[in-house]
C-alpha cells in the first residue's frame, strides 16, 4: 500500500445519492458578480447515443478571472458565497445543467499576469460515467468571444478539432456543449 | 410487571393525532385512545443494520508520503446483500432499510480518515456471463487541484472474484494491488467491528518554483 499513485476506476451508475443529492449545480447565488450564464452539457457514446448516468464537474474562476484556490495569488477579487466548483448528473436526455457567471480570462501557464500571457475564458470540464476508467478532463470555451483567436490552449489543439470545445448559445441563450466521448466528433480531452 | 426497557414520552412533547388547523388530520386520526401495553421481546426488538460491521481508515497522501490535509473523501456502495440503494439497482437482494450506503467526512490535519460501514456484498452484473463484482467501496478525492481530482474502488484482499473481474483488472498489474485494503489487526474493535485500512496516494507535486515569485 502507498507505495505508488491509487489507480483509478469507474464512477460506476450508483453514484448519485452520495455524490449528486447534496450538491447545487448553481454555483453564483445572488450579488456574485458576472454576467449569468446558463450551461447545457450532453454527453453521448462513441455511437453518438446519449450517456443518462453520466457526472460532469466543473470548475472556473470567477467573473474578474480569479480562481478561489491558495495557487491563485493574484491581486484580483474574490466574491463571497462564489467558490467555482459544481457538480450535476446528466439527466434522460444526456444533459447536466449548471448555473454560473460567465468567468474572466486566466494567465497562461500559471502564475502571474505578466509572461505568458491569458488564456481566453473557459470552464474546465471532469466527466465521469459507467465504463469510464479514467477523468476525462475537457474544456468549454465560449463561442464568438474574440479572446479565442489568441488563445495558448486552442492552438495545441489540431484547429479541425477546436470546436468540440466551443459551447454555442441556443435560442434560450443557453450555452450548450456536446461532449463525445468517441464517435466522429470527438471531443477533445486534455492530460493536464 | 417488568419495567419498560424504554422510556414512555412525557406528555406535551409529541403532537396529538388530531389539529383541526392541520386539515388532513381530522380524517387521519384515531378517536380511541391507544392501548397502553407493556415493552415486550415484540417491541424492544427490531430491525438492525444487516452484515459485518467494518472500520474503514486510511490516510490521504500525495507522492511523496505527504498529508493532503483536511481531504473530502466520498464513498458510496452497496449494502450486505450485494443491492445499492438506487433505483437503478434491480437485482433480487434485499434493500436494508437502515442502510442507505453513502458517506462522507474530511481528513484531518494528518490525512487522516475513517469510516464505519457494513461489509459490502458481490453482486451480479451483466458484463459477461455470470459476471460478479468483487465487493468494493466507492471513493471520490478532490486533492488540492483540477489535476489530482481522483475517483476510484476500495477492494478487499484475497477476494477470489478479483481475478475475473475486468473493471479491477484493467488497472496494468503492477499497480493492482493498491486497489486493495489490508486487513488492520490494530484498529479492529473487539466485539464490535473488523477494520481495513486504504492509504489513498493523490499526484504529487514537482519540485519547481512558481514563475511569479518575484511578481
Not at chain 1, 465560449?142 to 489540431?158: Q, R, T, W
Amino acid at each position: 500500500m502507498a507505495d505508488g499513485l491509487t489507480p483509478s476506476q469507474t464512477i460506476g451508475p450508483f453514484y448519485w445519492g452520495t455524490l449528486v443529492s447534496s450538491y447545487r449545480a448553481d454555483l453564483a447565488p445572488l450579488g456574485v458578480a458576472g454576467e449569468r450564464i446558463e450551461l447545457a452539457l450532453t454527453l453521448r457514446d462513441a455511437e453518438g447515443a446519449i450517456i443518462s448516468d453520466g457526472l460532469l464537474e466543473i470548475w472556473q474562476a470567477n467573473s474578474h478571472g480569479r480562481y478561489n484556490h491558495p495557487e491563485d495569488r493574484r491581486n484580483l477579487p474574490l466574491d463571497a458565497g462564489f467558490e467555482g466548483f459544481g457538480r450535476a448528473s446528466t439527466d434522460a436526455t444526456g444533459t447536466a445543467r449548471f448555473a454560473t457567471v460567465r468567468p474572466g480570462p486566466v494567465p497562461w501557464p500559471h502564475g502571474g499576469m505578466q509572461g505568458g500571457g491569458l488564456q481566453a475564458p473557459h470552464i474546465n470540464v471532469s466527466v465521469f460515467a459507467r465504463g469510464v476508467l479514467n477523468r476525462l478532463a475537457t474544456r468549454l470555451y465560449f463561442d464568438g468571444d474574440p479572446a479565442l483567436a489568441g488563445d495558448p490552449v486552442l492552438k495545441l489543439v489540431d484547429p479541425a478539432r477546436r470546436g468540440t470545445l466551443l459551447a454555442k448559445r441556443d435560442a434560450e441563450g443557453v450555452w450548450c456543449l456536446p461532449i463525445h466521448i468517441g464517435g466522429a466528433h470527438e471531443t477533445v480531452f486534455f492530460d493536464g | 410487571m417488568a419495567q419498560d426497557l424504554y422510556r414512555r414520552p412525557a406528555p406535551g412533547q409529541h403532537p396529538p393525532h388530531r389539529v383541526d388547523a392541520y386539515k388532513s388530520t381530522p380524517g387521519r386520526s384515531p378517536r380511541k385512545p391507544a392501548v397502553a401495553l407493556p415493552q415486550t421481546l415484540s417491541e424492544i426488538t427490531g430491525p438492525r443494520l444487516l452484515g459485518e460491521r467494518l472500520v474503514v481508515h486510511g490516510r490521504v497522501l500525495d507522492e511523496d508520503g505527504k498529508p493532503v490535509p483536511k481531504a473530502l473523501v466520498e464513498i458510496w456502495q452497496c449494502n450486505a446483500a450485494g443491492r445499492y440503494h438506487h433505483p437503478g439497482d434491480q437485482h433480487d437482494a434485499p434493500l436494508d432499510p437502515n442502510f442507505y450506503g453513502g458517506g462522507r467526512a474530511r481528513a484531518d490535519d494528518e490525512g487522516a480518515y475513517q469510516f464505519v460501514t457494513i461489509k459490502p456484498g458481490a453482486y451480479p452484473w451483466k458484463n459477461h456471463h455470470n459476471a460478479w463484482r468483487p465487493a468494493h467501496i466507492h471513493f471520490s478525492l478532490f486533492g488540492p487541484a483540477f489535476a489530482t481530482r481522483l475517483i476510484t474502488q476500495m477492494y478487499f484482499p484475497n477476494d477470489p472474484l478479483l481475478a475475473f473481474d475486468p473493471i479491477y483488472n484493467s488497472v496494468p498489474e503492477g499497480a493492482r494491488s493498491r486497489l486493495q485494503a489490508s486487513f488492520d489487526l490494530e484498529a479492529t474493535r473487539p466485539e464490535w467491528a473488523l477494520a481495513y485500512r486504504f492509504d489513498i496516494v493523490l499526484r504529487g507535486r514537482n519540485a519547481i518554483p512558481m514563475e511569479d515569485e518575484h511578481g
